[in-house]
């Protein structure tokens, strides 16, 4: 217990808060500076350092002064770094960068107040102190201290001796309890001050969403880039190298498709690398994003170039092709498309019978973008093994999902069925 003790009272954690504690003095000394100077002017011009009711009243105006400072940005990012290196308390308990609200930068300037304030009476005490335990502890040591200008021709007596050094070490006893106090108490209040508001828990969480929105985005993206592209060049492969003997055109087909594809990939890679260096998403020298308007028939050339059958039934209502979409969903709905005959191709059989048609919506007649795929679930010893853990089609659900959208995947009578409904607000690009 009394190990406890001591290591509470002189322990490396409590010199650590005694120096943030000196710190804060040092920090309030500007301030006192320029408020004793007011107060002796005020006083009838005398020094208000030569008077101890005037350093009070100096020390007292430094306060609010202290106080109004404490609103600017980097008081608060200052203070936790120093608080969690100095003081003991755990990061997650302080907020993180400069306060946003008035609430906020009002805890931070009560908290200044408080650090700085308390850390000046600390600082005060461990100036005047030790010298003064010193000289009581030597007093009676030293019969030359007693005739000294010292102020301490009070000690007269036969107690001298006894008295004067157990003073001494009072002093410095009570020296390190209000300095552990103090440093117990501002560690306490830290967290109460310091800790994040509603709004910065609000503003963290926003942040954190947003990080893993980007992380979530790239992840589809290079999923469905490479992962598809990956498929489909292994199929085209497969299926080349069982007509190789057979049908030569077949296989320079294949060969091209291979190369088309490859070559697409390496720029949609590239473009999705840009995001991941620099978050630059439109760098001039990136791959444009593919799209049902443009890229539509060429990912369903190079899908039957793998040897499957693909009957694709294409309705864009007015103006009779896929320009008229919105980007955003015509980059979706390709997406959607790409991944749907990527997993057809992998676990399914026979033809895929592909539907892309706009309807009118059963609300407001809000258009509609509606994408069927179907086709024969292929025998289970049949199937490609999966690899993916199925990040494909919960990528499609999300994308459909960031445009208020659906996705549906799975049994469908005796086939397998993707289904995915894309609202067209507006008909912006």
């Not at 791959?287 to 890229?295: E, G, H, S």
Request: aromatic share 4%; proline share 7%.
């Amino acid at each position: 217990m009394t190990r406890g003790a001591l290591s509470r009272l002189l322990g490396a954690r409590a010199r650590l808060r005694w120096v943030h504690q000196i710190l804060g003095g040092a920090l309030l000394m500007p301030y006192f500076l320029l408020t004793q100077v007011g107060v002796g002017m005020a006083a009838g011009g005398v020094n208000a350092l030569s008077s101890l009711p005037l350093s009070l009243a100096a020390y007292a105006a430094a306060l609010p002064l202290v106080a109004v400072t404490a609103v600017f940005g980097l008081v608060r990012p200052l203070s936790v770094a120093a608080v969690r290196a100095m003081c003991g308390v755990p990061g997650e308990r302080l907020a993180e960068g400069p306060a946003r609200s008035w609430a906020a930068r009002g805890r931070t300037s009560a908290w200044w107040t408080l650090h700085l304030g308390v850390g000046a009476v600390v600082s005060g005490m461990s100036l005047a102190v030790p010298p003064m335990a010193v000289v009581l502890i030597t007093l009676p040591l030293v019969s030359g201290m007693r005739e000294a200008e010292l102020g301490l021709g009070w000690f007269g007596t036969k107690a001298d001796p006894y008295v004067a050094p157990l003073l001494g070490i009072g002093l410095l006893a009570g020296l390190v309890l209000c300095a552990a106090g103090a440093g117990a108490l501002v560690a306490r209040m830290a967290p109460v001050l310091l800790g994040p508001t509603a709004a910065d828990r609000l503003a963290a969480a926003e942040e954190r969403a947003a990080d893993l929105a980007v992380r979530n985005r790239l992840a589809r993206e290079l999923h469905d880039a490479v992962g598809h592209a990956l498929s489909a060049v292994t199929l085209q492969a497969v299926a080349a190298r069982r007509m190789l003997d057979r049908d030569p055109g077949f296989v320079r087909e294949a060969l091209a498709a291979i190369e088309d594809t490859t070559r697409r990939t390496v720029g949609e890679l590239d473009a999705v690398l840009g995001l991941l260096r620099d978050g630059d998403p439109a760098r001039p020298d990136a791959a444009p994003a593919p799209t049902l308007a443009v890229d539509l028939d060429g990912l369903l050339a190079r899908t039957r170039a793998a040897g499957a059958t693909v009957t694709a039934h294409q309705d864009p209502g007015p103006g009779g092709d896929w320009a008229g979409l919105p980007a955003i969903a015509s980059r979706e709905a390709y997406r959607i498309v790409q991944e749907g005959l990527s997993n057809a191709l992998r676990h399914g059989t026979g033809p895929v019978d592909l539907r892309i048609r706009v309807l009118a919506g059963p609300e407001n007649g809000q258009r509609e973008l509606e994408i069927t795929m179907t086709n024969a679930p292929a025998a289970p010893g049949e199937r490609e093994p999966r690899t993916t853990g199925g990040r494909g089609l919960r990528g499609s659900a999300e994308r459909a999902a960031l445009l208020g959208g659906s996705v549906e995947a799975g049994p469908y009578e005796d086939r397998w069925r993707l289904r995915a409904v894309l609202p067209l607000a507006g008909g912006g690009r």
